[in-house]
């Protein structure tokens, strides 16, 4: 169960149209279940970023319905706390027409641990080119579900993710490479279901903590 977050925090979350109430409400800060400060947004139908959620001091996880959100803008790297970045279109007939810029400053955010996409084949791929080219330090789980992905493209540095799981579920993968773009010994969790693969990845062999 969530808690309020404490009194003394002066910012209190932000106000937006509530899709499953059908009125306008206040989605508040929250303390959750690992003590974060979180602000939760999945439920708000939103065509901006809000501005005020920079300003949210110590803001760990933040989870936003992109349906037609269609940027992240650049300043969200003032979120120097954040850990958790959830982006998620969530109504199927806006699958691929919500989101369709982020910013490649998301992979500066220097303590990102949790990035999870869900439907925005546009984003995905934006952010795997990202991601291959300078990865945040300290991600170790990673999400890119039902995005259209056909293939992880190849790694543009020396450096490799250092990833404890991978949910690539859903999405269009016939064939899969992880050993150019893993430390596989950190691999724990690999998510492949209700993809297209024609051939098991030989690197699985050689995950010996995947569960």
């Not at 937006?16 to 974060?36: I, M, S, W, Y």
């Not at 970023?49 to 969200?76: A, N, W, Y």
Request: aromatic share 2%.
């Amino acid at each position: 169960k969530n808690h309020p977050v404490p009194s003394n925090m002066t910012a209190q979350g932000v106000r937006a149209f509530n899709k499953r109430t059908g009125k306008e409400e206040l989605f508040p800060l929250v303390l959750n279940k690992q003590n974060k400060l979180e602000l939760d947004l999945l439920n708000a139908d939103m065509s901006e970023f809000p501005s005020e959620i920079v300003h949210l001091e110590g803001l760990k996880v933040l989870k936003l319905c992109t349906d037609r959100m269609h940027t992240i803008p650049q300043t969200i790297t003032m979120l120097t706390e954040l850990e958790e970045l959830y982006l998620h279109t969530r109504d199927w007939h806006l699958v691929g027409e919500g989101l369709r810029e982020v910013p490649a400053a998301i992979a500066e955010l220097p303590r990102l641990q949790v990035l999870s996409v869900h439907n925005n084949p546009k984003v995905a791929a934006a952010l795997l080119d990202v991601l291959t080219s300078s990865p945040p330090p300290d991600l170790v789980e990673l999400e890119m579900v039902n995005c259209g992905i056909t293939e992880l493209p190849a790694p543009k540095s020396c450096g490799k993710m250092r990833l404890k799981t991978l949910n690539l579920s859903r999405n269009d993968l016939t064939s899969l490479k992880l050993s150019p773009w893993l430390h596989t010994a950190a691999l724990k969790t690999l998510n492949l279901s209700h993809c297209n693969l024609q051939d098991v990845p030989a690197e699985l062999s050689a995950m010996k903590e995947l569960e």
